[in-house]
């Protein structure tokens, strides 16, 4: 859970995984969670820009070290992570699965919203769950990572007219009851600054494990001489 990102791709996720060197990352149209080693040096940047190729994007959990020479970090945030201590999971009625004809929605929802990355494969990270009001989806959550033995609740989104009405938290819910019957424990990472998500799933019965940190970075375009030695050699 210290590195959820390299042991969910190399645990339930392994199949999404690609690697280069101590580098481990999803498929772009899947997630821009990458893996870095805690010590990363010359070579592991140089096997970042490789697979991500010039102006790629990764997004780092728990790394908050400096990006090298030349890379643009485009987001960095503090952030926290949460486990369930008790979260009363149940089904929802209302709820239906989400599934690959559904992402054209799940998209023009996450771009209404912004509850975070959310990319053309996402959806194939887990179970996502959604609530239709005459027909349009208005809220959903889903799986993102899955570290071994546990399940990462994300995409929490409602629409903003349809706010104040406890789909978040029923979807939640619904989505924890998913985790805990294939014997997982749910989890969630939120932004330090977003304390009303916080207080949500603190009052779901999900309570603070650790302080972490968000980074995306972007590869430059054109690769310094030194990296590409680097990644070559």
């Known amino acids: 859970m210290d590195e959820p990102v390299r042991s969910a791709l190399t645990g339930p996720h392994a199949h999404f995984a690609e690697r280069r060197g101590r580098l481990l ?6 997630s821009l969670w990458a893996a870095l080693p805690e010590d990363p040096g010359a070579r592991d940047w140089a096997d970042a820009a490789a697979l991500a190729g010039p102006g790629g994007s990764l997004g780092l959990v728990g790394f908050d070290g400096p990006a090298p020479d030349g890379w643009e970090v485009t987001f960095r945030a503090g952030g926290v992570q949460l486990v369930d201590a008790g979260v009363t999971a149940a089904p929802d009625p209302e709820t239906v699965r ?9 998209l023009d929802l996450v771009e209404r919203t912004q509850p975070g990355p959310f990319l053309s494969r996402t959806v194939e990270m887990g179970t996502y769950l959604g609530i239709r009001r005459e027909g349009a989806l208005v809220a959903m959550a889903g799986e993102r990572m ?4 546990w399940s990462e609740i994300s995409a929490v989104c409602t629409a903003p007219e349809f706010r104040g009405q406890g789909l978040a938290a029923r979807l939640v819910l619904a989505v924890a009851h998913e985790i805990r019957a294939r014997g997982e424990t749910p989890f969630l990472h939120a932004a330090a600054s977003n304390t009303n998500a916080i207080r949500l799933y603190e009052s779901l019965g999900f309570r603070l494990r650790k302080e972490t940190a968000f980074l995306a970075v972007r590869v430059p375009e054109v690769l310094e001489r030194e990296h590409r030695h680097a990644a070559t050699g």
Do not use: F
């Open 146 to 149: 899955r570290p071994t033995g």
């Open 98 to 106: 989400l599934g690959p004809a559904d992402v054209p929605e799940m």
């Open 25 to 30: 990352r999803y498929p772009t149209e899947v």
